[in-house]
């Protein structure tokens, strides 16, 4: 196992619905190697996984977001999924949980749907990024310069599209993490 990330502590942020390989893949790479990855949600207890519209596997929390303080971690991962994204983007406490990131320049990286908690923070307003297609009026309504491509890195903002793009992303990550 690579050692680059030891020491690197990173808060996967998801609800229940959240699409499982957005999180798994990264995560996967991130611990290969050496980070620290916490699922972090709304509850104690488990979150469940959805492969696109079936639920999938049940995932046990880390920590809570009530409980949980950016400064513990050197990066927030966000997997999209239509059902997490939708339901995480209204919580309070993750939207300050990002903010809590943005403002001490964390790395934030993003995938899919996930993009939905970042405008309703109000952290995309000037960025360059991307997601799943059906966002793009989203974001571009809240300030977003939205492209179509696999990977778009705008400062601490790491946003990818789809399942497709989690090689590319997780580099991406791993770079990000490791500079």
């Not at 059906?134 to 400062?155: F, M, R």
């Not at 601490?156 to 590319?168: C, E, G, Q, Y």
Request: overall charge negative.
């Amino acid at each position: 196992m690579a050692e680059s990330l030891k020491g690197k502590h990173i808060a996967a942020l998801v609800t229940d619905g959240f699409e499982q390989v957005e999180l798994t893949g990264p995560k996967e790479a991130l611990e290969k190697n050496g980070a620290t990855v916490h699922i972090v949600s709304a509850k104690n207890g488990e979150v469940t996984g959805w492969n696109h519209t079936t639920p999938a596997t049940k995932f046990h929390v880390d920590k809570t977001f009530d409980t949980v303080h950016m400064e513990d971690y050197d990066a927030v991962l966000l997997p999209g999924g239509v059902v997490n994204s939708d339901t995480i983007r209204t919580d309070d406490m993750a939207q300050e949980l990002v903010r809590d990131a943005a403002r001490a320049n964390k790395t934030i990286a993003v995938i899919c749907h996930g993009a939905w908690l970042l405008a309703s923070a109000d952290l995309v307003k000037g960025k360059r990024m991307t997601s799943w297609p059906s966002l793009t009026d989203d974001l571009k309504n809240a300030g977003a310069d939205w492209v179509d491509e696999q990977v778009v890195v705008d400062g601490h903002l790491i946003s990818s599209r789809k399942p497709d793009d989690i090689p590319a992303f997780s580099d991406a990550l791993i770079k990000a993490l490791t500079a």
